[in-house]
């Protein structure tokens, strides 16, 4: 149904290659619970993804801001 895979070294820098959900699961909270257990689990760390066009505005109501080629929050 859904899929997210972070990569991180756990100190640093925290990298999201996959994130998707089926589209016939989509609009119900599945991406946003996976992005929220990677930032929870990885809110030491500044997190970098990229974004297919169309699905920009999803990250940023999640609190992500883009860069000049990728999305990224810094965690305090």
Do not use: H, W
């Amino acid at each position: 149904i859904a899929c997210a895979r972070a990569l991180s070294d756990d100190m640093f820098f925290t990298t999201i290659p996959d994130i998707f959900v089926d589209p016939k699961y989509q609009g119900q909270g599945l991406g946003k619970l996976m992005m929220q257990k990677i930032i929870d689990r990885f809110s030491n760390t500044k997190i970098f993804f990229g974004s297919q066009p169309g699905n920009e505005e999803f990250f940023e109501k999640l609190g992500f801001k883009k860069d000049l080629q990728s999305y990224g929050m810094k965690n305090d």
